[in-house]
């Protein structure tokens, strides 16, 4: 059973910078997939970025690609999501996710069966 520990979130001005982490306890398969997801409030889950473990092939949502960026530390099992140029609409609770073969559906929930707890990311104007 794999286990996320996550960090990084914390409160931040419109056009700041924050980093959050994802550490995976294990890497089960090359198929394996680490993922953002954020939930607003009053807003339904999206995903915001996803990165195939083996390849390091990623898929950002629209609203966040040329903002944020998604990269992995292969040895420390250890997924990065570098968010820039914040604004008050990134602001939700960020969640990692972990699948297989997440590319044949970057943000299709179900393909994820591994959730981490959650870390807040509030941006304020």
């Known amino acids: 059973q794999v286990q996320l520990v996550e960090s990084g979130g914390g409160s931040v001005q419109a056009g700041g910078s924050l980093r959050l982490s994802c550490t995976t306890s294990?890497?089960?398969?090359?198929?394996?997939?680490i993922s953002w997801f954020r939930q607003g409030t009053e807003k339904e889950r999206e995903g915001v970025a996803a990165i195939a473990y083996g390849s390091g092939g990623t898929s950002y949502a629209a609203s966040v690609k040329g903002r944020f960026t998604i990269s992995r530390d292969y040895a420390k099992k250890t997924a990065f999501l570098q968010m820039d140029s914040l604004n008050v609409d990134d602001t939700a609770m960020y969640y990692c996710?972990?699948?297989?073969?997440?590319?044949?559906?970057?943000?299709?929930?179900?393909?994820?069966?591994?959730w981490g707890q959650g870390t807040q990311v509030t941006v304020s104007s």
């Open positions: 294990e890497v089960p398969s090359r198929d394996f997939c």
């Open positions: 996710a972990t699948g297989e073969r997440c590319w044949m559906g970057w943000f299709q929930q179900h393909r994820y069966n591994t």
